[in-house]
């Protein structure tokens, strides 16, 4: 069979198949963003009225490095998620350059916890299984797998690797504004050992599992 | 150019909604399109036809992705883009494990100059007993004893182009794995 027979047998059958599989065009990539931003939220605010809040949050709405902690890693979560959902389409709809704003956001956050750490001073606190790691799970466990649902479905990611990295930023970011207004580890050291870490290792983790699911 | 891109942009939204004959006549009309963009960016031109049909079938997973209010080539490219690197990704890995010992003179000149060789090293009805029972009937009438898609179709309650896809895809695995 000539390679010109072959494809248009080919082309015959996905031209049949087109009729009982109607292509219509998925949700714009923000309002997408938005329903599971939503959703995750619920979550988490679910999650920290169970573990119930920490006893000085309103003290800590007052000084401004806790607010900026906060305000920044709810932005970066915005962000890597708005870019997931925008590398679930082949040419992100001609917006490729979104994929650097999480990550410097990322950075940005990361340096600001080294030059807390630095102010701090560096004192290793003692490592042990404290309710910060257990409870980073139970934030972290639900909306990863609802986001790898999410952006898996009506997906063609050509990017899967940094789609997964941005899902668990994405993730990370959720995970750290709900834990901490739970958990009262507040020094720099602390923050980066038992709030920043585990969620990353999760999402990576997350993600490394996750890539699989962005085969098509 | 420029009025095939716009006529592609209006065949992929009429496409979206089902429009059968839009999609036909796009599908008939970015072929030789992904051909040509293949052609100089891949060693081997044999492996044009092959990657042009993974595409088109990418194209026909992917559609409802494609965003009516946008131009339809950058889609497209970049979905030729990825299947490229996966492609050549997926086959310079498997060049690695074929390399032959150097004092085996004689079978590496046989390997490297003469590719129907290959198959002698290869159990074909060994990777046609491990694919699922439905898949292998359906590629071995097909392909072996030489059925039409109609009579495979009718026989085991199938629509014809299901079973030529089937087949399609059977022999790019078989292609795969048989190197």
Redesign the interface.
């Known amino acids: 069979m000539s390679?010109d027979n072959?494809?248009n047998?080919?082309?015959?059958?996905?031209?049949?198949?087109?009729?009982s599989q109607?292509?219509?065009?998925?949700a714009h990539p923000v309002l997408r963003a938005t329903i599971w931003l939503t959703l995750g939220a619920i979550y988490t605010a679910a999650i920290v009225m169970v573990i119930g809040l920490r006893p000085d949050l309103i003290e800590k709405f007052a000084m401004t490095d806790y607010v900026f902690d906060l305000s920044l890693a709810f932005i970066t979560g915005i962000g890597a998620s708005i870019t997931a959902f925008y590398l679930?389409?082949?040419?992100?709809?001609?917006k490729s350059w979104l994929v650097i704003v999480p990550f410097i956001l990322t950075a940005i956050f990361t340096l600001w916890i080294i030059i807390k750490v630095i102010t701090e001073g560096f004192i290793m606190p003692e490592l042990r299984l404290i309710h910060c790691l257990t409870e980073a799970a139970l934030f972290v466990a639900v909306p990863a797998a609802l986001l790898t649902f999410f952006t898996s479905k009506?997906?063609?990611t050509?990017k899967p690797v940094i789609l997964s990295i941005m899902n668990g930023i994405s993730v990370t970011a959720l995970g750290y504004v709900g834990i901490r207004m739970t958990c009262m580890l507040d020094t720099a050291i602390q923050d980066l050992i038992y709030h920043v870490l585990p969620f990353m290792f999760c999402g990576m983790v997350a993600g490394f599992i996750a890539r699989r699911f962005y085969q098509? | 150019m420029q009025n095939n891109s716009l006529d592609w942009d209006q065949l992929a939204k009429a496409s979206q909604t089902g429009d059968k004959k839009a999609y036909n006549q796009l599908l008939k009309e970015i072929y030789p399109y992904i051909q040509n963009v293949l052609y100089p960016t891949l060693a081997n031109a044999d492996w044009v036809d092959d990657l042009t049909q993974n595409i088109l079938i990418s194209v026909h997973k992917s559609l409802n992705t494609y965003a009516a209010d946008r131009p339809f080539k950058p889609w497209l490219h970049a979905i030729i883009n990825f299947r490229r690197a996966d492609f050549l990704r997926k086959h310079y890995s498997k060049k690695k494990d074929k390399q032959m010992p150097y004092d085996e003179a004689l079978l590496e000149k046989q390997y490297v100059t003469d590719p129907a060789h290959a198959g002698e090293y290869k159990d074909i009805e060994k990777q046609l007993a491990d694919l699922p029972e439905k898949q292998r009937d359906v590629f071995v009438k097909m392909k072996i004893k030489g059925y039409s898609a109609k009579e495979i179709a009718e026989e085991m309650d199938m629509t014809e182009s299901a079973v030529k896809v089937s087949a399609h895809r059977t022999m790019n695995k078989l292609k795969d794995k048989l190197g």
């Open positions: 390679s072959i494809a047998d080919l082309i015959e059958s996905l031209t049949d198949e087109l009729d109607r292509a219509e065009s998925a679930c389409i082949p040419d992100m709809r001609g009506k997906s063609a050509t098509w």
